[in-house]
């Protein structure tokens, strides 16, 4: 199973970026897919989740209007629109599959209950 994240870098505040997430090994149709991040020194915090029919997402209230996740089943992608990014978006975003079949708000926010990770992209914003 692999997930690879790609499309980080480094930006001004106020920028755009759109992170991608190609996944192999999996029936990637059947996962629900999120988004996690993690900052220096600080836990690895939910950022953005997506159900695996795509009718359903969720965000935190900080990035909800901000953040867009996406998935294009046919190309084993999900996808993480990003805008207005402020400093405080700076770190490393992981995304991650889950089989849960219960994969609802609670659920998705929660690290544990995922199945499978990528390594990482950095993100970073500059003020």
């Known amino acids: 199973v692999q997930l690879v994240e790609s499309g980080g870098g480094l930006v001004q505040a106020g920028a755009s970026l759109r992170l991608s997430c190609v996944t192999s090994g999996v029936a990637f149709s059947r996962y629900s897919m999120g988004w996690f991040r993690q900052a220096p020194g600080k836990e690895r915090e939910f950022v953005a989740a997506i159900t695996w029919s795509g009718s359903n997402t969720y965000y935190t209230e900080n990035e909800k209007g901000r953040f867009t996740i996406s998935r294009d089943n046919a190309k084993n992608t999900v996808y993480l629109q990003m805008n207005s990014l402020k400093p405080e978006d700076t770190a490393v975003y992981y995304c991650?599959?889950?089989?849960?079949?219960?994969?609802?708000?609670?659920?998705?926010?929660?690290?544990?209950?995922?199945?499978?990770w990528g390594q990482g992209t950095q993100v970073t914003v500059s003020s």
């Open positions: 991650a599959a889950s089989i849960n079949s219960n994969f609802v708000a609670p659920v998705a926010k929660r690290p544990e209950l995922y199945d499978h």
